[in-house]
């Protein structure tokens, strides 16, 4: 106990004793006098005239207890589980109209047309069963009192008792709630022994805890509500290391809680059991023979006060109770004026009086609240009083249920599940299939025995089920079926069945040493009845026999007399099983369907990119499945104090898509700026963009022009789709390739299928984009935009041409295997695509494919040409341009100002890549030692430089090329360089000298709005000698290094830019400027820029700005020297704060739920999905969509989804959830000694 605990109980001590506040304990009252600590005692008997009786009761439970449970303490009984013992006559009477109800009267029935839509016959009678929205899970019922979970909050509701004979229907079940919580509370169960007592599962502080609520509604005299009892807050019962997983249930005699947890008992940690002890009485109990349920309005202990001056009282009322009630404090008072008659001052005595009073009940009230404070944090009434938590001894149980075997041997048995499949798969035979064990202590030589050992696929849940009068059964669920082609029973009974649908079935007990006595009997047809949908959950009514079913987001009741049917043959009958679905109706606010305002997060999973406008530099930000504009600040943050009247008020920020009332129905998966799309004289601005179709029902990708400048409204928003009846007239954007059109849909069918959005790569020119989908597909396609110059009204959607890239280049490399490993760069110009794929053994290399020439307005695709070998990784491509190549356009605007190459408007002439084909030849640090000396690889790699044209072709480009070919002409080389360099200054003067003689040439070339890229010098086609690849070099004055990245080249200058990764956090990148030195110097300064921190680095589109994302922030930097020479981290910055996301659930849940069935259909390993119709699927599962009121069940219905493909591997996880409003879960964790203790094996 810490210091400031310690200081604490002290202070609660001194205020009881002060103030007379002493807390209910089990001990009797014996004549303690003492006026600074009375105790009390709640004795809650029946009669007084009864009571000898009920302390010989007690002493027999008390014997009985230390012999079945000796490890216990002997009346550990925190809760008054056993107390009251014979006030059970209103739960079990038959008569209450509430029947088996912890309430004293039912929920209201509410008006049959309130509850069926409005809908109601002339008698007042439903017409029909009506629905709200909500989404039943995890049912627990006893005595018609139905709790489930809906919204991830618990409901309680009652199952009518009556049918309507003519419909066959129940009546409207109206729901109330239970829980009100930020996360979710789920797995509830009701105590079948103690039904005012409800264990669930619940997230309030975090981790999943489990939680105890007492149902009951009893008033005391009493202001302070304990945690766990009538009237109080729900108690934590488990502080446990990453939370619980389930609440399985209680045992036989309702004082236990069976749990699943993660456990680190063994070697290995895995999901077992618990069982959480409430009581040490409950074998004595069951020995005994009494009864020990508790009815509602029974009273129980709860902490009383009195004052420690006052006289102790037991009172005795009517009804038998005895309790411990305060002294009138008046009587002394009256005592006194007694006394005192003849005082004149009597009247001011008792005004004075009268205020101590007062004070003191002020003083009780607040040393009372501190009580409470301290009786929550220990987390049960007294304060020695602790639940008993006790392992279950059994490898890899996850489910359980207890039942004693017989009265003559007393041996409670358990029926678990073991092994718990962590992939949602239907009909999964194999290894880890949950099946169905039993363990008799004493029994079978005292092991566990399987009881399903004959079918190899799953069997869960089981529940033991004693009604009928024939003998007790085992209910569990299983997909089994009987198989056609053998028998049950054989001599190789797997064979005799087959996995089909979950369904419930029976056995009876108890079990024999080979497992079930019979063949289990199956009670339902759930799959045939309900559209394909299967059986999720069971719950079995053990009052009256009835059994409660979840299928789909419904709960259905199976009465007794209906399983009777199935279960002996004296009452089969023929047909279906009679299922009936229950017309719950939620009465609920749905807070969780209103539209959610998020703060946009900019993180490494954001899609950004950068463009100029008039009014300044614009970044595009794509995250959460929507897209913004926010203006970069190139002075600094934005902090909204303009001042002056708004003068220098930046440039707005504002969504572009979706639209108002559209937010979750589309995702914007990508959307990239394209560049020259609009005139000179226009301040109009179009974007690529990747997203989901709203107008195709299964929310197929598709790619849009959208307006992303300020005067263009927001697109795909749907204030208007809920007027209109036909697509055309909704106002949403068409597609101009995938979505809703022919071209959409799977690859198979011809549209585009999945595509990977971190692919997508739009030309600098914005005449071509390239992408790649799940099927390994490299694709390109023109952009559709008809250029008319300036001519704005010209400007429409044009055709598309597209190319779908061979699957090998000339090499016989695959392009496409991995697509982490794919990266897609265009050329200035966009003729050419470099390609980064992964060759056949593994390492990566680079091809270059051949487009043709962008201002064709069409794709002409040529030569694909490994350009590195495949011997070495190489990767990270640039295009760019050799130092040389810059003092030659320099002497080239000179020599022929009116032919200069188009490399001078930015052309490539040199691909940068890195590679690790370098070898350290010295060192000693291989794990080999001297049995594998040097040369090895060290992890570190280099900057290359391949030219792109030879130099015949450059001299016919440019003649000045013919005066200065060395790249480098720094040290020896200078001597070589030297002469050119002097012929070429003696041509320049004469030009000179001419150029005064004839004046200046009007002659102008046609001023194009892009460049235009040189053709590539590749070796002769089918050469596999790869001469064009081996005309790479190293720039050897770029010292080797852990580089990740070539972010760029300036556009002024041969610099590079370059991101390292020295500790190996790929989002902790260092970026560096290598300044190369002014031709013809070789040398090189490396210039830090960033230390670290950079998460990820990157280029606009087209090309002109450098995008850093650091520390949560978008920079984007212009490529220039004179930006980058200054570059400084708050300068250049979007202004991303104050954006929000904004999203309505119901809109985002039908989409998310369409992306992930085409993302099952378009990553399926089996292109075929195992012949499954996965059409009808989603036709299936789509009306449940509908009824999700949180993430979590939305989830429950795609883990159906998906696992009708019955293949491994298929799980829900990861998303958006709510948590606590102040913390996550993953922020908590539970205190412990710093060691963990395990028994070792003697």
């Known amino acids: 106990m810490h210091a400031n605990e310690v200081q604490e ?100 029935q509410l008006p049959s047309f309130i509850a069926n839509g409005g809908n109601e016959n002339a008698d007042g009678t439903s017409s029909h069963s009506g629905s709200r929205l909500g989404y039943f899970q995890y049912p627990t019922i006893f005595n018609s009192t139905l709790v489930f979970s ?240 006790e392992p279950v001894p059994l490898s890899e149980a996850v489910e359980g249920v207890y039942h004693t075997t017989s009265a003559a041997s007393n041996t409670e048995c358990i029926y678990f599940t073991r092994v718990k499949q962590s992939s949602n798969t239907k009909r999964y035979v194999g290894g880890t299939a949950e099946n169905l064990w039993s363990y008799c202590p004493g029994e079978f030589n005292d092991l566990a025995i399987p009881l399903t050992a004959d079918y190899n696929g799953t069997s869960k849940s089981p529940i033991v089920y004693s009604h009928g009068g024939h003998g007790d059964w085992l209910f569990f669920m299983s997909d089994r079926a009987v198989d056609s082609s053998g028998s049950i029973g054989g001599a190789n009974q797997t064979s005799g069945w087959a996995a089909s649908s979950m369904d419930l079935w029976a056995a009876p007990l108890p079990v024999t040493l080979s497992g079930f006595s019979s063949t289990p009997t199956r009670l339902t047809n759930v799959a045939c009845q309900y559209n394909g949908m299967e059986l999720m959950e069971i719950a079995v009514d053990q009052s009256n026999g009835a059994v409660v079913l979840r299928i789909g987001a419904d709960l259905h009741y199976m009465s007794m007399e209906a399983i009777e049917e199935k279960l002996y043959s004296s009452k089969k009958a023929l047909g279906e099983t009679q299922i009936q679905q229950l017309p719950i109706a939620v009465y609920s606010d749905f807070s969780s369907m209103q539209e959610r305002i998020i703060p946009l997060r900019v993180s490494k999973n954001t899609i950004f990119d950068a463009y100029a406008t008039s009014y300044g530099v614009s970044a ?106 036909t697509m055309e007239e909704t106002g949403l954007p068409v597609p101009f390739i995938g979505g809703h059109l022919e071209s959409g849909g799977s690859t198979k069918d011809g549209g585009l299928g999945s595509i990977h959005a971190e692919t997508v790569t739009v030309s600098p020119c914005g005449r071509r984009f390239s992408y790649a989908n799940t099927d390994g597909q490299l694709i390109v396609v023109t952009v559709p935009i008809d250029y008319k110059g300036n001519n704005r009204q010209g400007r429409h959607l044009a055709s598309v041409d597209k190319v779908v890239l061979p699957w090998e280049n000339e090499q016989s490399q695959p392009l496409y295997r991995d697509t982490n490993l794919v990266q897609l760069v265009f050329s200035p110009g966009g003729r050419y695509l470099a390609i980064e794929h992964t060759a056949r053994n593994a390492f990566k290399v680079i091809s270059i494919a051949d487009l ?288 929000h996301v904004s999203v309505w659930p119901a809109l985002e849940y039908q989409q998310m739920y369409a992306d992930s069935w085409r993302l099952f259909r378009d990553y399926f390993y089996d292109a075929e999905l195992h012949q499954i119709e996965w059409d009808e699927v989603f036709d299936r599962y789509l009306p449940l969509v509908e009824r999700c009121g949180k993430r979590e069940e939305l989830d429950d219905v795609m883990r159906q989804m998906g696992g009708e493909l019955s293949a491994l591997h298929v799980f829900v996880m990861y998303g958006e959830y709510d948590g606590h409003a102040s913390f996550t879960a993953n922020e908590i964790a539970i205190a412990s000694l710093g060691v963990t203790l395990r028994g070792q094996p003697k």
């Open 852 to 1139: 043709g020439a962008a201002a064709v307005g069409s794709l002409q695709l040529g030569r694909i040409v490994q350009v590195t070998p495949d011997r070495f990784n190489s990767f990270s491509v640039v295009w760019g341009r050799e130092s040389k190549d810059f003092a030659v356009d320099e002497h080239a605007s000179k020599l022929q100002p009116s032919k200069t190459d188009s490399a001078s408007h930015g052309g490539a002439t040199a691909l940068f890549f890195l590679s690790d084909r370098d070898i350290n030849l010295e060192g000693d640090t291989n794990p080999w030692g001297t049995r594998a000396p040097a040369p090895r690889f060290d992890g570190h790699s280099c900057v290359h430089v391949l030219p792109l044209r030879s130099l015949k072709d450059s001299i016919e480009a440019n003649e000045v090329n013919a005066f200065i070919r060395a790249s480098f002409g720094g040290g020896g080389a200078s001597e070589v360089l030297a002469r050119g360099m002097k012929e070429l200054d003696l041509m320049l003067k004469g030009i000179n000298a001419a150029s005064e003689d004839i004046g200046s040439s009007n002659t102008t070339s046609e001023e194009q709005p892009y460049v235009m890229d040189t053709p590539i010098s590749f070796e002769k086609e089918n050469e596999a000698t790869f001469k064009f690849a081996r005309t790479s070099y190293r720039l050897d004055s770029i010292p080797a290094g852990k580089y990740v990245k070539i972010v760029c080249q300036l556009s002024d200058d041969p610099s590079l830019v370059i991101a390292t990764n020295k500790d190996q956090k790929y989002d902790d990148l260092e970026l560096s400027l290598l300044a190369i030195i002014d031709y013809p110097s070789d040398r090189i300064n490396e210039v830090s820029l960033y230390d670290g921190g950079i998460e990820v680095v990157d280029m606009s589109t087209d090309g002109a700005y450098v995008l850093i994302l650091v520390s949560g922030e978008v920079q984007a930097v212009p490529r220039t020297v004179a930006k980058f020479n200054y570059l400084a981290s708050d300068k250049n910055i979007a202004a991303t704060d104050g954006l």
């Open 150 to 389: 809906s919204e991830g909050d618990l409901y309680l509701t009652r199952v009518p008792t009556t049918i309507n004979t003519d419909t066959m229907t129940y009546a409207s079940m109206p729901a109330m709630k239970l829980t009100t919580t930020v996360g979710n509370t789920i797995h509830p169960r009701l105590n079948h022994k103690y039904p005012h007592l409800l264990a669930y599962s619940a997230t309030y502080s975090g981790d999943r805890e489990v939680y105890l609520m007492d149902l009951r509604s009893i008033t005391t005299s009493s202001s302070i509500k304990v945690p766990g009892t009538p009237g109080g807050p729900a108690l934590r019962l488990t502080y446990t290391t990453g939370g619980i997983n389930s609440v399985v249930g209680w045992d036989e005699d309702g004082t236990s809680i069976l749990y699943s947890a993660h456990g680190d008992q063994v070697g290995m940690p895995d999901v077992r059991l618990y069982r959480l002890r409430l009581s040490s009485l409950g074998g004595a109990v069951r020995e005994a023979g009494i009864n020990s349920t508790i009815g509602a309005g029974d009273e129980v202990s709860i902490p009383k006060v009195v004052h420690s001056d006052d006289t102790e009282h037991t009172l005795d009322d009517n009804s038998g109770h005895k309790y411990i009630s305060p002294v009138n404090a008046n009587e002394k008072t009256n005592q006194t004026k007694n006394k005192k008659k003849n005082n004149n001052d009597a009247k001011n005595r008792d005004d004075q009086q009268r205020k101590l009073n007062r004070e003191k009940e002020r003083q009780h009230r607040h040393a009372a609240k501190l009580l409470l404070s301290s009786q929550s944090r220990r987390g049960l009434v007294g304060s020695n009083i602790h639940p008993i938590l």
């Open 9 to 108: 109980q002290k202070e609660l001590e001194r205020l009881k004793v002060k103030y007379g506040l002493v807390e209910s304990d089990k001990k009797t009252v014996e004549g303690d006098k003492k006026a600074d600590s009375i105790q009390h005692q709640v004795e809650n008997e029946s009669t007084a005239d009864n009571s000898e009786k009920k302390q010989q009761q007690h002493e027999t439970i008390s014997s009985s207890s230390k012999q079945a449970q000796s490890h216990l303490p002997e009346h550990f009984d925190p809760f008054h589980l056993h107390t009251n013992q014979d006030h059970n006559q209103q739960i079990n009477s038959h008569t209450n109209d509430w029947f088996g109800a912890p309430f004293v009267v039912s929920p209201p």
């Open 620 to 725: 595009l930000i794509s995250s959460r499945g929507q897209t913004y504009v926010a203006p970069v600040i190139p002075d600094g943050k934005l902090d909204g104090n303009y001042g002056g009247g708004g003068l220098n008020m930046p440039s707005r920020r504002y969504k572009v898509a979706p639209g108002t009332g559209g937010g979750g129905m589309v995702r914007i998966l990508c959307a990239k700026n394209i560049p020259h799309s609009t005139g000179n004289d226009s301040d109009e601005r179009f974007a690529l963009v990747l997203a989901t179709d709203p107008l195709s029902p299964t929310g197929e990708h598709a790619f849009y022009i959208i307006r992303t400048d300020a005067m263009a409204s927001p697109s795909f928003g749907f204030s208007s789709l809920y007027e209109t009846d």
